[in-house]
């Protein structure tokens, strides 16, 4: 909660791609640093706030990122968004489920922590090409009708 709560403000004064990339960077090294301290119960705790707060503040700039890329198709693009969302969850545990049993849990941790860094930068990636193609596109159709 205090994610999507500083979120929205982090985004407005920093930028929503850097949030993006920062959330990601906190969540993969909370993820790895949780499965390593499990035993220390205030270390734990102080992880999770850490790992709830950088995913909520991700998930408000990727939200806000999403509703600019397209105007016209906003409604289509956040319900595709939110189903990749289910979806994630969905892989993810069934990925975990496996991981955990064959592997344990720092192997699990290690390996949530890469996927969270890759994901951070490939939605940043993915969302900036868009943004900016639409832009462009926008840009040339705006210059067309004027013509």
Same mark, same amino acid.
């Given at each position: 909660?205090? *994610? #999507?709560?500083?979120?929205?403000?982090?985004?407005? %004064?920093?930028?929503?791609? %850097?949030?993006?990339?920062?959330?990601?960077?906190?969540?993969?090294?909370?993820?790895? *640093?949780?499965?390593?301290?499990? %035993?220390?119960?205030?270390?734990?705790?102080?992880?999770?706030?850490?790992?709830?707060?950088?995913?909520?503040?991700?998930?408000?700039?990727?939200?806000?990122?999403?509703?600019?890329?397209?105007?016209? #198709?906003?409604?289509?693009?956040?319900?595709?968004?939110?189903?990749?969302?289910?979806? *994630?969850?969905?892989?993810?545990?069934?990925?975990?489920?496996?991981?955990?049993?064959?592997?344990?849990?720092?192997?699990? *941790?290690?390996?949530?922590?890469?996927?969270?860094?890759?994901?951070?930068?490939?939605? %940043?990636?993915?969302?900036?090409?868009?943004?900016?193609?639409?832009?462009?596109?926008?840009?040339?159709?705006?210059?067309?009708?004027?013509?």
């Amino acid at each position: 909660m205090l *994610g #999507n709560i500083w979120g929205g403000r982090w985004s407005d %004064r920093i930028g929503k791609y %850097r949030i993006m990339v920062g959330a990601s960077i906190v969540a993969a090294v909370t993820v790895v *640093g949780f499965s390593l301290v499990t %035993r220390m119960l205030v270390g734990a705790i102080i992880i999770q706030i850490l790992w709830n707060v950088a995913l909520g503040s991700g998930s408000v700039s990727l939200t806000a990122v999403v509703s600019e890329l397209s105007p016209e #198709n906003r409604s289509t693009l956040l319900s595709l968004n939110s189903a990749a969302i289910y979806l *994630g969850a969905t892989a993810a545990t069934a990925t975990g489920s496996v991981l955990l049993a064959t592997g344990g849990f720092i192997r699990l *941790g290690i390996v949530c922590g890469t996927v969270s860094l890759a994901v951070g930068f490939i939605a %940043r990636y993915f969302a900036r090409e868009i943004f900016c193609h639409g832009l462009r596109h926008q840009s040339q159709k705006a210059t067309q009708t004027h013509k």
